[in-house]
């Protein structure tokens, strides 16, 4: 089944403030699901990951700051920025498997390679 993904939530923080990223997705896919981020000159690096079955997965770069709640009856998932600092700062895309996955090809579900569909991504900046 096509995913179709959009992002929200994106803006200007100061550090050590707090932004929630919203995914608006399909509703009935039951994808894994992830949020990653590109800055300039940068590769695209997982954030944060939740399979099929709920178990989720992090980079340690936002362990204990993120986390990664989903609320299917409003088929949309979530980033909870909290302790926000300026490297942080980067476009975040929310991306989705096809279909239900329970487990991660990589070992952390965090490598882009895993998901096929993508949203157009939203701007998260921190300043200090």
């Known amino acids: 089944q096509v995913q179709r993904l959009v992002e929200s939530g994106g803006g200007s923080v100061q550090t050590g403030g707090s932004l929630r990223l919203s995914c608006e997705h399909s509703p009935y896919t039951r994808s894994k699901m992830a949020w990653f981020r590109q800055a300039p000159g940068k590769e695209r690096e997982g954030v944060a990951a939740i399979t099929s079955d709920g178990v989720t997965y992090y980079a340690d770069s936002v362990k204990g700051r993120f986390t990664i709640p989903q609320d299917n009856t409003k088929n949309t998932l979530y980033l909870q920025m909290d302790s926000l600092k300026p490297e942080d700062t980067a476009v975040y895309y929310c991306?989705?498997?096809?279909?239900?996955?329970?487990?991660?090809?990589?070992?952390?579900?965090?490598?882009?390679?895993?998901?096929?569909?993508w949203g157009p991504g939203t701007q998260v900046t921190v300043s200090s």
């Open positions: 991306a989705a498997t096809a279909g239900p996955e329970y487990y991660c090809i990589s070992g952390s579900c965090l490598r882009p390679v895993e998901y096929l569909y």
